[in-house]
């Protein structure tokens, strides 16, 4: 099967530069450094790592906010990496994004329904002022929103309510792409399940395929069919969300997976990997595996060979010389991970909003 996006060595340097007068560069902030990956039609591929590793950054590459430094994207067969101008304008109708800060990423000057029309506006759809209303009421109805608020501003509405407005926007087009960055870290624990069920309803009803970036490791084990761990700008694994998270090989992996806090006393026993230093400056990463400096497993063929991304035992793909063995693994993983994603109930049976 032909995926829908392919991504291909993709890489963006921020220049630093020098001067007052006359800038000159000195060095490049490497914020994406040769990722790789495909996205098959119709499913959900997570991508977690820490902060500052390149989730954001990929995200708004792959739906050309910023251009590349190098690298290619294909999406629907078509190399997109370099389009300008009318292209561009109408690849935008096949991939929208969700932003992360729903208090931010709403012009407050704007009524609600001015937000949401706004796609309609820039790709002369629904010239009508009526049906254009029309159009945009039934989007607000379709994401939990009063459709008699449209003519109210963004400060009049909750994070979750403004979350639902940006969600509005990104499906107006009917999108075959949703790149959702961080969709639900700036809301109340007790939103996030409806916001996260709205996204799996909109999934199955449209037949979007859905990027979905975060931090939180149960959500994304619950969402998503595919999950890449990035680390300091590359993939360091990527596997089907069961194996990764029942079978992790990466110590970076494994560490994410360590620190998940699930409430059961029989978990305290269970060793925890603790990893060790800050995480290194993009600008001057380690050499050849980026995880060395941090590694607990680190020898001398780490900081002088690059692992790429291959299969490891247990069906796992990571790129790492020294993955983690069946033993290591079970030490590490807390025991009521499993028991806590299995319990817990799933997304369609969450309590409508």
Known sequence: MTPLMEVRDLVKHFPIRKGIIVQRQVGAVKAVDGVSFDVQQGETLGIVGETGCGKSTTARLICRLMDPTSGSISFQGQQIAGLKGAELKALHRDMQMIFQDPYSSLNPRKTVGSIIADPFVIHGLYSGEGERKKRVQDLMDRVGLNPEHYNRYPHEFSGGQRQRIGVARAIALEPKLLVADEPVSALDVSIQAQVLNLLRGLQREMGLTLIFIAHDLSVVRHMCDRVAVMY????????????????????????????????????????????????????????????????????????????????????????????????????????????????????EAQPAP
Not at 262 to 291: E, H, I
Not at 315 to 339: F, N, W
């Open 232 to 347: 300091l700008g590359r993939v360091v694994e990527l596997s089907p969300s069961d194996i990764l998270y029942s079978s992790p090989r990466h110590p970076y992996t494994g560490a994410l997976l360590s620190a998940v806090p699930v409430p059961d006393p029989s978990d305290a026993k269970r060793d925890r990997q603790l990893l060790t230093g800050d995480v290194p400056s993009p600008a001057n990463p380690p050499s050849a595996c980026r995880f060395h400096t941090r590694c607990p497993k680190a020898q001398s063929k780490c900081s002088e060979v690059d692992p790429v991304l291959e299969r490891k035992a247990g069906g796992s793909v990571a790129a790492c010389h020294y993955p983690l063995t069946d033993d290591e693994v079970a030490s590490l993983l807390p025991i009521g991970l499993a028991r806590a994603v299995e319990a817990e109930p799933s997304a």
